[in-house]
């Protein structure tokens, strides 16, 4: 606790301690969390490079860039970080949105470990996308795993309750614009020339003019359904972005190997690019976001999503989200299972128990043999199933609400990350 301040009143006489907020500040694993994520943020020992110098003596060969850095501003306390991690998917925030309320709301600042209000932002909105960065998949395992205990020792749920769960799949939409193959190219013509000048590399020519002329041409055909002219379009914009393709190529021997990989990832997706057809498989779709699949889900309103595939799994009773885990390649519901329930199983680590029970859809079927401990129910077993089975199988459906208030009330409707 820091020094009372005489001019200035604490949080806790200002806000009300029986609000949800206030309770959980209270309650949740606070050091605990820090403890796990603390070593994500140590300085880390750097492996020195052979640097070869010339002096009067002639040319040595010195060790430049080793041992740990000390320069650099503080690190924002975990705690903060975490905090407002937490706030923004409960309120539905944006990482800009989120600091700015932080600046104004009580609560929001009493939950994060502040003892006196603060009239500002807690850091830059750019900062919590390089926390999550840091920490990982792993970092927000173990945050997900902390909420689960904080529920058991709230009496929210039992740990019996816990293995028994549901487990469904659905789609997690990247924010990208509707990829059109006019669009990606002049994007894939943009992003080859910008690399080119960064890199110190002169162009011939970097067709600006005619690749804007180009795209406004291929919506004005595509618009007017006059497809023979669009073809005849596109295979120009496909022309034009081999040619800066190959001639990067032939200027780019004499660069430095950092630059020549970060050329050759654009180069390689400009030539994926262009050789894909329509009836391809594994295209692609955005080029700042390659993961991205085209995944159909069977919906009436959107045939087909531009997204990622995503698994969860919550509590068969209460409805409690004990994992939740994503899968590029778009693999087989199925396929995904066995994966999906050993994240699970780690997250229930510390409280002691396994996932024995799975209720899933028609999608799980065949599976059994790649689960070692838990069982799957699914309609398809309906002749093989007691009658107390039976009654638990109906609250399948019970996931889909969850997963629609993840979507529309929790920020998951579409993923505009870039991590």
């Not at 492996?47 to 041992?67: P, R, Y």
């Not at 180009?214 to 595509?222: E, I, K, V």
């Not at 496909?238 to 200027?251: A, D, F, H, N, S």
């Not at 391809?280 to 080029?287: E, G, I, T, V």
Request: glycine share 6%; hydrophobic share 35%; proline share 4%.
């Amino acid at each position: 606790m820091s020094t009372p301040d005489f001019f200035r009143a604490r949080l806790d006489a200002m806000i009300d301690m029986n609000h949800p907020l206030a309770i959980l500040a209270q309650r949740f694993p606070w050091r605990e969390i820090e403890s796990i994520l603390a070593p994500r943020f140590a300085r880390q020992e750097r492996e020195g490079k052979m640097v070869a110098t010339d002096d009067w003596f002639g040319s040595t060969l010195q060790i430049a860039g080793g041992a740990r850095p000390h320069a650099g501003r503080h690190r924002l306390p975990i705690r903060l970080m975490v905090a407002l991690l937490l706030l923004k998917h409960t309120y539905n925030e944006s990482d800009e949105s989120v600091v700015e309320r932080w600046a104004q709301d009580v609560y929001f600042q009493y939950f994060s470990g502040q003892e006196y209000f603060e009239p500002r932002k807690p850091c830059d909105p750019t900062q919590m996308g390089r926390f999550r960065t840091a920490i990982g998949e792993a970092g927000l395992a173990e945050i997900l795993a902390r909420t689960v205990n904080t529920a058991v020792a709230f009496k929210a749920i039992t740990a019996g309750e816990l293995e028994t769960v549901i487990v469904d799949t659905t789609v997690q939409e990247k924010a990208i614009a509707h990829p059109t193959d006019s669009r990606l190219l002049e994007v894939a013509r943009v992003k080859l020339v910008q690399q080119a000048k960064r890199a110190g590399i002169s162009l011939k020519q970097t067709f600006q003019k005619e690749g804007k002329e180009l795209r406004r041409r291929a919506g004005g055909y595509a618009h007017a359904r006059q497809f023979k002219r669009l073809r005849k379009t596109v295979n120009r914009q496909r022309t034009i972005v081999g040619k800066l393709g190959r001639e990067i190529e032939r200027k780019m021997d004499g660069l430095p190997e950092e630059m020549k990989g970060s050329l050759r990832t654009w180069l390689e997706r400009a030539t994926r690019l262009i050789k894909q057809q329509v009836k391809d498989k594994n295209k692609l779709y955005a080029l700042h976001a390659p993961e991205v699949e085209c995944i159909s889900k069977g919906k009436a309103k959107n045939s087909y999503e531009f997204g990622v595939k995503s698994s969860l799994a919550v509590t068969h009773k209460k409805g409690l989200i004990v994992g939740a885990k994503t899968f590029p390649d778009n693999p087989y519901d199925g396929h995904s299972l066995a994966d999906q329930i050993e994240q699970t199983n780690i997250i229930l680590m510390d409280q002691g128990v396994k996932v024995k029970t799975v209720y899933a859809d028609l999608g799980y079927r065949g599976v059994d043999e790649s689960l070692d401990t838990a069982t799957v129910i699914h309609r398809g077993k309906i002749k093989s199933l007691d009658k107390r089975q039976k009654i638990n199988l109906k609250r399948r459906q019970a996931i889909e609400p969850v997963i629609g208030h993840l979507k529309t009330d929790h920020g998951m409707r579409r993923c505009c990350k870039q991590f």
